[in-house]
């Protein structure tokens, strides 16, 4: 992803549904159209945060699965990450409303405002797909800078329609969206290429506009690619 025109920065930026007025639609939608409250505990059983680790959400959002994340576990350290200001706002109230203290920071995903392995784990839901090819590889890259050896990456995107209805659904989202590298089947490759690997597809939802997939991969306990 690229940066904010709102703010002043340079580069290409997308606000989560394309147009920042449908940005206070966004929660409903995710909430109705990809099943938002399954996936995403689903997600949160996958990475099964710790005690004393540090979390990144990137492509925050709203907050949902970032508070999600902290109140599944306390003892965490859950740091949610976007490029566009607005739904940080949002995601600061959710957060004051859930009663659990979070760090926001805007940032984009393909110059990670972090130090190297800095987190243990890297969650990314339904932000890829925004992302064109080479800002997917840069953001990948990234990700694996960030992790700590061994560290984990857990990923919610468009994948492989599973059947002719999903098939015919991706063709939609693809109008809509970056989705072509998800519904090709290219994520597994791009992310063992990021040196992320062994990569893992742990679950599948059909939802209106295709199929969306649940990733995992792991940085080399080694921190080599």
Known sequence: MAVDFADGKRGRYLPALKYRWLTPL??????????????????VEQIAPLPGQRVLDLGCGTGTLTVLLKRTQPGATVVGLDGDSKVLEIARRKAAAAGVELTWDQGMADALPYPDASFDTVVTSLMLHHLTRQEKIRALQEVHRVLRPGGSFNVADF???????????????????????????????????????????????????????????????????
């Open 26 to 43: 966004y929660d409903p939608v995710l909430r109705w159209v990809f099943r938002e409250d399954v996936m995403k505990a689903r997600l």
């Open 159 to 225: 994948g492989t329609p599973q059947n002719a209805l999903m098939r015919s659904l991706a063709k939609v989202s693809e109008l809509l969206e970056e989705t072509a590298d998800g519904v090709e089947g290219r994520l597994p490759g791009m992310f063992r290429d990021a040196g992320l690997n062994p990569v893992k597809e742990t679950e599948r939802f059909m939802t209106p506009l295709g199929t969306i997939v649940l990733f995992h991969g792991r940085k080399n306990a080694g921190g080599v690619q």
